[in-house]
């Protein structure tokens, strides 16, 4: 194959991680969540794959995933309308027999057959929970390099607030590393150890044939978790590497989170790392300019096309379609794409879903550790 | 499958007197608005009046054209039948022809208009900033059951003599056609926006052909033979907003009236009839908190840390902190520095202002040019490009042009 192309297929499982932010995957999944201002969560990781060359990305969908499939469309927009490999999402199949998938084990069961046929050497797994540019080649690289069987990505990173709260480790689970010269020697599921830890960025490289086998007899056992119960477990006999990433990412753990990472993007150092090196891409919208009428106030702001601005905003962030009236002041906000803010009404630590209306006049206060939220096509 | 009407866009147009900023490509790929090329009009307005079939006729500069234009997909014009097709002029086993004139044009490519065997053919103007409803004007065209349509406009009187002028009976039917005359009869002015029945532009583009002394000009030639014939020709009014962008003053005018759709009626917010282009990708833009932006149009990817004042700002354009920009267009990619003073002017794309230099100038007495710096120039640190000056060249730092 030419240099341009990677010899590794792509799966994402873009319903990861959707438990802990259930207002925002009321009718979504993680995968879809618009965030930065233009994008969907899975954009970050899904144009990382294509700057790095993987042509033939699969998503193992689970539920609620209508707006995934809208916004990815035919793929166009990653480069990924191919007659050979491509974007392909697989869905559930709706029989009484099979029940929707709960770990990755029965999820990549469902596309055994779809990964025997595929050309690529390499699998790379990822979930979509983190926006991250992320450097795909690097870590193939260094997968071929040290001749191992598994690579993990992993950030030294503390475990966020939800990581520590029983209720939430019910539903999900997080991955920590013990790692001895670059070879992983424990995995720990729902560790509580405070300070930074080795926190796996479930992003995966392994060689395929492996996959299918380790798959294969997990699947007929029983078991529901990759990491858990065929990684974690056999840590002496499969060679498991760890790769190290120091460049900037987002992870979205709960609402707290996803209004401060959202937040953490009005420092352009952060924005400039987020979208750098490669370009993130993102549905077309085809939206004019923002507008700002005479009599708008802008500080501290990242807006994207298509919005009208003709009151004040302030530290927030504004998605697409957005129109902000007359005399209307909106502070320390995320107000997602064609939210209506009207005329004299006034917002402040306030996240608003899509199609969101605030009426005229109308006040809402959140606060900085709890900002209050409004679902998607609700009219204050 | 036969098309009830394809268009052909007329888009060979070198805009010569845009001079820095057709340069290096036609006018009709001249940015506009924030973030659309001239040509998304007449190509928005195609796929908005479910027209799926557009022949792009290009000559001058083609590339950046050719390349923005691709498969058409940004438009909806990706199509298996049909779609959006650029038509350079070619060599053929007989010898090869640049395109003469507006109807040579159309006639070296009559083998492509009959592919798609049309009943009616629209021919569009590339270079025209017009939200119209080509259907509409169709509807007309087949209710006079006319063989020729012109779209015009009212213009005023005291300017009528520089248009081309359709003097039309009671019912719109043109009697006489009036180019750019002394005396105008008449006020309605030719948009350059014609619908023929294919069977008639045909039989008149192979006569055409066949005269050595033709200039093979549509307003020239093809008109004046219709009328002579006694074809069946109406005159389509059209009151909406329309611009030819032709000269730099005109193309700035333009684009401030985008910022003023209230009264200038050019409204590029219609979700209606929305205009399409080919997308940045950038991310959302940003405002500082030191910045200040009023009145003005911002696109993605903008860096806005100065202040910025009733302008348009195209994908990516920074501005850095005590940077002033006031009246002016400036387009995809140009950095304005720290301390640059930029007023009442265009500046192209990816053009870089260095500190403290001073662009343009606002208007004063008897004072009105619109300063223009073309694209990739370097304007170095403290030079001053006055309010009539066209720079296409870099400047070098403290340097003056006027």
């Given at each position: 194959?030419?240099?341009?192309?990677?010899?590794?297929?792509?799966?994402?499982?873009?319903?990861?991680?959707?438990?802990?932010?259930?207002?925002?995957?009321?009718?979504?999944?993680?995968?879809?969540?618009?965030?930065?201002g233009?994008y969907?969560?899975?954009?970050?990781?899904?144009?990382?794959m294509?700057?790095c060359?993987?042509?033939?990305?699969?998503f193992v969908?689970?539920?609620?995933?209508?707006?995934?499939?809208?916004?990815?469309?035919?793929?166009?927009e990653?480069?990924l309308?191919?007659?050979?490999g491509?974007l392909?999402?697989?869905?559930?199949?709706?029989?009484?027999?099979?029940?929707q998938y709960?770990?990755r084990?029965?999820?990549?069961a469902?596309?055994?057959?779809?990964?025997?046929?595929?050309?690529?050497?390499?699998?790379?797994m990822?979930?979509?929970?983190?926006?991250?540019?992320?450097d795909?080649?690097?870590?193939?690289?260094?997968?071929?390099?040290?001749g191992?069987?598994?690579?993990?990505a992993?950030?030294r990173?503390?475990?966020?607030?939800?990581?520590m709260?029983?209720?939430?480790?019910?539903?999900?689970?997080?991955?920590?590393?013990?790692?001895?010269?670059?070879?992983?020697?424990?995995?720990f599921?729902?560790?509580?150890?405070?300070?930074?830890q080795?926190?796996?960025?479930?992003?995966?490289?392994?060689n395929?044939?492996?996959?299918?086998?380790?798959?294969?007899s997990?699947?007929?056992?029983?078991?529901?978790?990759y990491?858990?119960?065929?990684?974690?477990?056999?840590?002496?006999?499969l060679n498991?590497q760890?790769?190290?990433?120091?460049?900037?990412?987002?992870?979205i753990?709960?609402?707290?989170?996803?209004?401060?990472?959202?937040?953490?993007?009005?420092?352009?150092s952060?924005?400039?790392?987020?979208?750098?090196?490669?370009?993130?891409?993102?549905?077309?919208?085809?939206?004019?300019?923002?507008?700002?009428?005479?009599?708008?106030k802008?500080?501290?702001?990242?807006?994207a096309?298509?919005?009208?601005?003709?009151?004040?905003?302030?530290?927030?962030i504004?998605?697409?379609?957005?129109?902000?009236?007359?005399?209307?002041?909106?502070k320390?906000?995320?107000?997602m794409?064609d939210?209506?803010?009207?005329?004299?009404?006034?917002?402040?630590?306030?996240?608003s879903?899509?199609?969101?209306?605030?009426?005229?006049?109308?006040?809402?206060?959140?606060?900085?550790?709890?900002?209050?939220?409004?679902?998607?096509?609700?009219?204050? | 499958?036969a098309?009830?009407?394809?268009?052909m866009?007329?888009?060979?147009?070198?805009g010569?007197r845009?001079?820095?900023?057709?340069?290096k490509?036609?006018?009709?790929?001249?940015?506009?608005?924030?973030?659309y090329?001239?040509?998304?009009?007449?190509?928005?307005?195609?796929?908005?009046?479910?027209?799926d079939?557009?022949g792009?006729?290009?000559?001058?500069?083609?590339m950046?054209?050719?390349?923005?234009?691709?498969?058409?997909?940004p438009?909806?014009?990706?199509?298996?039948?049909g779609?959006?097709?650029?038509?350079?002029?070619?060599?053929?086993?007989t010898g090869?022809?640049?395109?003469?004139?507006?109807?040579n044009?159309?006639?070296?490519?009559i083998?492509?208009?009959?592919?798609?065997?049309?009943?009616?053919?629209?021919?569009?103007?590339?270079?025209?900033?017009?939200?119209?409803?080509?259907?509409?004007?169709?509807?007309?065209?087949?209710?006079?059951?006319?063989?020729f349509?012109?779209?015009?406009?009212?213009?005023?009187?005291?300017?009528?003599?520089?248009?081309?002028?359709?003097?039309?009976?009671?019912?719109?039917?043109?009697?006489?056609?009036?180019e750019?005359?002394k005396?105008?009869?008449?006020?309605?002015?030719?948009?350059?926006?014609y619908?023929?029945?294919?069977?008639?532009?045909?039989?008149?583009?192979?006569?055409?052909?066949?005269?050595?002394?033709?200039?093979?000009?549509?307003?020239?030639?093809?008109i004046?033979?219709?009328?002579?014939?006694g074809?069946?020709?109406?005159?389509?009014?059209?009151?909406?907003y329309?611009?030819?962008?032709?000269?730099?003053?005109?193309?700035w005018e333009?684009n401030?009236?985008?910022?003023?759709?209230?009264?200038?009626g050019?409204?590029?917010?219609?979700?209606?009839?929305?205009?399409?282009?080919?997308?940045?990708g950038?991310?959302?833009?940003?405002?500082?908190?030191?910045?200040?932006?009023?009145n003005?149009?911002i696109?993605?990817?903008?860096?806005?840390?100065?202040?910025?004042?009733?302008?348009?700002?195209?994908?990516?354009?920074?501005?850095?902190?005590?940077?002033?920009?006031?009246?002016?267009?400036?387009?995809?990619?140009?950095v304005?520095?720290?301390?640059a003073?930029?007023?009442?002017?265009?500046?192209?794309?990816?053009?870089?202002?260095?500190?403290?230099?001073?662009?343009?100038?606002?208007?004063?007495?008897?004072?009105?040019?619109?300063?223009?710096?073309?694209?990739?120039?370097?304007?170095?640190?403290?030079?001053?490009?006055?309010?009539?000056?066209?720079?296409?060249?870099?400047?070098?730092g403290?340097?003056?042009?006027?």
């Open positions: 194959m030419v240099n341009a192309n990677a010899n590794a297929l792509g799966i994402i499982f873009p319903n990861s991680y959707d438990s802990l932010v259930p207002e925002l995957v009321g009718e979504r999944l993680m995968a879809s969540i618009p965030f930065a233009r969907r969560m899975v954009d970050f990781i899904l144009s990382s294509v700057n060359g993987i042509d033939n990305v699969s969908v689970r539920k609620n995933y209508h707006s995934l499939m809208d916004h990815l469309g035919s793929g166009r990653w480069d309308t191919r007659k050979n491509g392909n999402i697989v869905p559930p199949f709706s029989e009484k027999t099979i029940k709960t770990g084990v029965e999820a990549l469902s596309i055994l057959r779809f990964l025997q046929h595929q050309k690529e050497k390499y699998v790379v990822a979930d979509a929970n983190i926006a991250v540019n992320f795909f080649k690097a870590m193939l690289d260094a997968h071929i390099e040290s191992a069987d598994v690579t993990i992993y950030a990173e503390e475990l966020p607030p939800a990581a709260n029983d209720d939430v480790l019910n539903k999900e689970l997080y991955y920590t590393l013990n790692i001895r010269n670059g070879r992983v020697e424990k995995i599921v729902n560790s509580k150890e405070p300070g930074v080795n926190f796996s960025m479930n992003i995966y490289i392994v395929k044939d492996l996959l299918i086998q380790q798959i294969s997990a699947f007929v056992r029983g078991y529901m978790y990491e858990r119960d065929i990684l974690a477990s056999h840590l002496d006999e498991v760890a790769f190290r990433f120091d460049g900037y990412l987002a992870r753990s709960d609402m707290k989170t996803y209004f401060d990472e959202n937040m953490k993007l009005l420092d352009e952060n924005l400039d790392a987020l979208f750098s090196p490669n370009p993130v891409y993102t549905k077309i919208r085809d939206d004019n300019p923002t507008r700002y009428i005479r009599g708008a802008a500080k501290n702001i990242m807006v096309d298509g919005c009208v601005i003709e009151g004040e905003v302030e530290n927030s504004l998605f697409r379609g957005v129109k902000v009236g007359k005399g209307a002041k909106v320390n906000c995320v107000l794409q939210t209506v803010v009207e005329a004299g009404a006034s917002v402040e630590y306030v996240i879903d899509k199609n969101v209306t605030i009426t005229e006049g109308k006040e809402m206060k959140g606060t900085d550790t709890f900002p209050v939220y409004v679902a998607k096509h609700q009219v204050v | 499958m098309k009830e009407m394809i268009a866009l007329l888009a060979g147009g070198q010569s845009l001079y820095a900023l057709t340069q490509l036609a006018k009709p790929a001249v940015p506009f608005g924030g973030k090329r001239i040509i998304d009009f007449p190509l928005s307005n195609c796929v908005n009046s479910g027209i079939t557009v792009i006729l290009t000559q001058y500069q083609p950046v054209l050719n390349e923005y234009i691709g498969n058409g997909q438009w909806d014009l990706d199509r298996l039948h779609g959006v097709h650029v038509l350079p002029p070619y060599q053929q086993a090869s022809d640049w395109y003469k004139g507006t109807a044009a159309i006639y070296q490519n083998s492509f208009i009959e592919r798609y065997n049309p009943q009616y053919v629209i021919i569009l103007s590339g270079d025209q900033i017009c939200k119209q409803d080509y259907s509409d004007f169709l509807r007309f065209h087949k209710e006079k059951n006319a063989e349509s012109v779209a015009v406009m009212e213009v005023p009187w005291d300017e009528a003599s520089r248009f081309g002028l359709m003097v039309t009976d009671d019912n719109d039917k043109i009697t006489e056609f009036q750019k005359p005396n105008p009869k008449s006020n309605l002015a030719s948009m350059g926006i619908i023929f029945n294919w069977d008639i532009l045909k039989k008149y583009l192979e006569e055409d052909e066949a005269d050595p002394n033709s200039a093979n000009d549509f307003g020239n030639n093809i004046p033979n219709l009328l002579k014939d074809r069946n020709m109406y005159a389509y009014h059209f009151s909406g329309w611009k030819d962008v032709g000269t730099i003053s005109s193309l333009a401030m009236e985008v910022l003023d759709p209230e009264n200038s050019i409204d590029i917010f219609d979700e209606n009839w929305k205009i399409y282009s080919r997308n940045s950038m991310t959302g833009h940003r405002v500082s908190g030191d910045a200040v932006v009023e003005s149009m696109t993605d990817g903008c860096r806005i840390n100065g202040s910025v004042k009733h302008s348009i700002l195209f994908a990516g354009v920074k501005v850095e902190p005590g940077a002033q920009v006031e009246d002016a267009v400036v387009m995809g990619g140009s304005i520095k720290a301390g003073v930029v007023k009442h002017c265009i500046v192209a794309e990816n053009v870089e202002i260095g500190e403290n230099a001073i662009v343009g100038a606002m208007p004063s007495d008897g004072e009105k040019g619109v300063a223009t710096v073309g694209p990739g120039v370097t304007v170095g640190d403290g030079a001053k490009i006055g309010p009539n000056a066209m720079v296409y060249e870099d400047v070098k403290g340097e003056e042009k006027w």
